[in-house]
């Protein structure tokens, strides 16, 4: 799954479905919002948003090794976020995954939630996908693409008129590149909420645009 650019691995991961096996048991969901991360500032795709901007570090060595791995976060001391990385080894590369829409397994996502939520709200923004999926930190480094994974990606890829794209949430760098992707015509898509921190980035324009 390495791929060229950021934004490259991003449009293969969105539309995939991910297949969970716990012991509450198994959740398919499929993924409807990603958001890509580049890498240092001597690599092609110079990011200062990214976790690995600075360089290889114990918590961020899974974003700089082999594509198809999982990089699991904790986000705000409370959250676990999910990343895939997408190579090639040794250059940091991360997507993050912001949005699933839950098709196998409600009940039990149901459970981890604790409250009545409609359910394309069971898995919006990326805290919750952390919750919805019961992933760990023992997570961090899972193979994908294995078959004996407890948590397997089936990439199924979209046409370019089912992809929207727009600026990434929450981080103060880079915060306009239109690096979030999303399934234009899904419910469960995250809201956009731009951080109070972040300058107007006149280089990568501020739009949010649809790809048609």
């Not at 198994?26 to 580049?38: D, F, L, N």
């Not at 890498?39 to 700089?64: E, I, K």
């Not at 990343?83 to 039990?108: F, H, K, M, T, W």
């Amino acid at each position: 799954m390495t791929a060229a650019d950021p934004t490259s691995a991003a449009r293969l991961i969105l539309g995939g479905r991910l297949h969970r096996t716990t012991p509450d048991g198994v959740i398919v969901a499929r993924i409807v919002e990603v958001e890509a991360y580049g890498a240092g500032p001597d690599t092609p795709f110079p990011d200062p948003a990214s976790h690995g901007y600075r360089g290889r570090t114990p918590r961020n060595q899974v974003m700089f090794g082999e594509a198809g791995h999982l990089y699991v976060y904790r986000s705000y001391g409370i959250h676990l976020c999910m990343n895939i990385s997408y190579g090639p080894a040794d250059r940091c590369g991360g997507v993050l995954l912001r949005a699933l829409q839950i098709e196998r397994g409600l009940d039990v996502v149901q459970a981890r939630r604790g409250r009545p939520l409609a359910d394309h709200r069971l898995a919006s923004g990326p805290g919750n996908v952390g919750t919805a999926m019961g992933i760990e930190l023992s997570d961090n480094g899972i193979d994908v693409f294995g078959a004996d994974s407890t948590l397997r990606l089936v990439p199924q890829p979209l046409s370019p008129s089912e992809i929207a794209e727009g600026p990434r949430v929450g981080v103060a760098m880079a915060a306009d590149r239109p690096w979030r992707l999303w399934v234009a015509c899904s419910p469960a898509v995250s809201a956009y909420r731009r951080s109070p921190r972040a300058p107007v980035d006149l280089v990568d324009g501020d739009a949010e645009r649809s790809v048609v």
